[in-house]
C-alpha cells in the first residue's frame, strides 16, 4: 500500500506543454516525481503534522503559478486529483500552496498548507522543464488586447464624466436652439 503519488503533471505559464513527472507504465515513483513530491511540502498538505507549517500566505508577490495536478491510487480505489499550486520564482524561496479538504481514497481529505520550499525546489522544478527564469507577462497588442491592459497612473473617470457632462450641454442647447427657432416661426 502506497502512500505517495502515483503520477504529477505539471501546468501553468511558459510551457508548451504540460509536463508528466513519472514514466508511463513504470514500476517505482522516479526520480523526478520523489524529488518533486519531497521537496514541495506535499506530505504536510495531505497529512499536517508540522506545527511549524504556514497557515496563511506569505507576503509579496509571488510570481506566475504552476499546477501540480497529483494522482494517488489506493489499492483498486480511484484516486480523485489532488492539487498543489507552485511559485517557483517567488523570492527568497519557492513557495506552494495545497488546498484544505480536496478528498482522496474515499473519505480522506488534505490538510493543506503554505509551504515555503528550500531554495533547491526551483532547480529541481526547472530539471524537469519548466523555464530557467519567470516568463514574462503578457504584453499588450501581442498576447493579450490593449484593453486587458491597464496603463500605470491613467484613471478615465474624470475623462468619462468630463464627456458625459458635455454631452449634456450639448443636448441642451440644442433644445433650446429648437425651441427659439419654433418661436421666432410663429411670429
Known sequence: MAKEPSQGVITGPGLGAPITLKESGAKSIGPDLASVVEESGFFLGVWGGDPDHLTHRPAGDLGPRY??????????RRSDPIVQYVYPYAE???VTYMPAKQAFWGDNETVGTWYVARVRFK??????GLPASAPSPPVA??????A??????FDPTPLLIATAMLALVLAAFQMRRHRLGRSVGRS
Open 67 to 76: 499546477t501540480i495536478t497529483y494522482t494517488m491510487p489506493f489499492s483498486e
Open 141 to 146: 497588442g501581442i498576447d493579450t488586447p490593449a
Open 123 to 128: 532547480a529541481t522544478l526547472i530539471g524537469v
Open 148 to 153: 486587458a491592459v491597464p496603463r500605470a497612473g
Open 92 to 94: 527568497p524561496k519557492p
